[in-house]
């Protein structure tokens, strides 16, 4: 715009160049790389039974925009949904195939897990899908890229659903989810003693998530009555994931007196918090700016 000095153009023109510079073509085959090359040594039969082995479907094979193809040289889903909403401003078409295509049935897992990196295809990533597309919808006005990334949306929204929420009482689950295991434990590894962690990032990522997923629903009923019933269901979902963040057990991962969240242990019909200040408990409070 010409409000910017030439300071700041030159600041715009290295980030963009920056972020055109990571694309990568990238090609990982899972069913390969477990089985190896029919014509080299056989490999250990653990392998089958090694890193990503439950991923068989996985066949990456595209340019893909890369965290940084210098010293991160993979992708990483979340860091990708960021990535897109700046890039649409110079690449719209681009912006829009990533999105799509981490949703593909070849990236995608069956049961509706987006693929986190190469290293751990399961780990779980902050849900930031939706709100990527959504904005780069909002710059674009693509209706058919918003009902193509939302019909597939709703499949991972089920896995999270499904698989993160294990006591099925709104409050969920997932793992670092992009703070770095900042706790007194890994919050990505099983707990002993059966315990289970209730996290209020986890929690609070869901509720952003329903959030994303509303707009997108809302925006699609204005051309198809078909999409009102799925409007429905993430409101109230949303309050579902509020009411249990905010009142579950007495008092939901809210701690009156601190004035704070904290993540929950809960054990033996038991929910002890887990009093801790860290950055787990800011989530919560951005998430509402982020869906505007």
Not at 32 to 40: C, K, R
Not at 47 to 61: K, Q, T
Not at 217 to 243: G, N, P, R, T
Request: with cysteine; charged share 20%.
């Amino acid at each position: 715009p010409n409000a910017l000095n030439e300071d700041h153009r030159n600041i715009s023109r290295q980030a963009y160049a920056g972020l055109i510079w990571t694309k990568q073509f990238y090609y990982y085959v899972i069913d390969s790389w477990l089985t190896g090359d029919p014509h080299a040594k056989p490999l250990s039969p653990e392998r089958m039974y090694g890193r990503n082995c439950d991923w068989i479907h996985l066949f990456n094979r595209d340019v893909i925009s890369m965290p940084d193809k210098w010293e991160y040289p993979w992708y990483a889903v979340w860091d990708l949904a960021f990535h897109m909403i700046p890039m649409a401003r110079i690449d719209m078409e681009f912006a829009k195939e990533q999105m799509i295509l981490f949703l593909r049935e070849w990236y995608m897992h069956p049961n509706g897990q987006i693929p986190a990196y190469e290293w751990a295809l399961s780990d779980v990533n902050p849900p930031v899908h939706a709100w990527a597309c959504w904005q780069i919808y909002k710059m674009s006005g693509d209706r058919e890229f918003l009902a193509r990334t939302f019909q597939k949306l709703l499949l991972n929204f089920t896995w999270w659903v499904n698989r993160k929420d294990i006591r099925g009482q709104h409050v969920f689950s997932g793992g670092f989810l992009g703070l770095d295991n900042i706790g007194v434990f890994d919050r990505s590894k099983p707990l002993p003693g059966g315990a289970t962690l209730d996290q209020a990032d986890a929690t609070a990522w869901m509720a952003f998530y329903c959030g994303c997923m509303l707009q997108m629903a809302l925006e699609l009923a204005e051309e198809s009555q078909a999409y009102c019933d799925m409007a429905s269901k993430f409101f109230e979902h949303y309050v579902e994931i509020a009411e249990a963040m905010n009142s579950l057990h007495g008092t939901g991962l809210w701690d009156d007196a601190d004035g704070f969240y904290y993540d929950h242990l809960y054990q033996d019909g038991r929910s002890t918090p887990m009093k801790v200040r860290t950055l787990v408990a800011l989530i919560p409070i951005f998430t509402n700016v982020l869906i505007q």
